[in-house]
C-alpha cells in the first residue's frame, strides 16, 4: 500500500464514487479501502465506522445541493420555482404517455381513488 496523507474529505468522496458504482449492497469498507489504496483502519481513523462513513456522504451531498439553491433573500420561493420550471422546460414537449396495455395514449400512469 502506498504512503500519502489521506483527508476526511477524500475517504466520503471515494465512498461516494463507490457508491455510485456498486450500490448501497456493494458498498464495504474493504472496496472503499482498496479504492484508496489504503488499510480499512486508515478509513475508521479518518472517519469512523461504515455508518459514519454512509453518514457523512449523506451530509456531504446534501452540503452541496443544499449550496446549489438561490439565497433566500434574493427571490421569494414560489417566484424562484417558476423561473426555474420556465428555463427547464422551455422549448421543450412534454413526451406523449403511452399505457402499458397496447400503446394508446393516456392522461397520466397515475390512478387517482375516488374520496371516500
Not at 11 to 27: I, K, M, Q, T, Y
Not at 59 to 72: H, T
Request: with cysteine.
Amino acid at each position: 500500500m502506498a504512503e500519502r496523507a489521506l483527508s476526511a474529505d477524500q475517504v466520503v468522496r471515494a465512498a461516494l464514487a463507490l457508491l455510485d458504482e456498486v450500490g448501497l449492497r456493494g458498498f464495504t469498507m474493504r472496496a472503499l479501502a482498496d479504492r484508496l489504496e489504503t488499510y480499512p483502519a486508515t478509513i475508521y481513523w479518518h472517519v469512523g465506522n461504515r455508518t459514519e462513513v454512509l453518514s457523512a456522504v449523506g451530509d456531504m451531498v446534501l452540503d452541496e445541493a443544499m449550496g446549489a439553491l438561490p439565497d433566500p433573500d434574493a427571490l421569494p420561493w414560489d417566484e424562484w420555482l417558476a423561473g426555474r420550471s420556465r428555463r427547464t422546460w422551455s422549448g421543450r414537449r412534454a413526451p406523449a404517455r403511452r399505457s402499458k396495455a397496447r400503446g394508446r395514449p393516456c392522461s397520466s400512469h397515475w390512478r387517482v381513488a375516488p374520496a371516500p
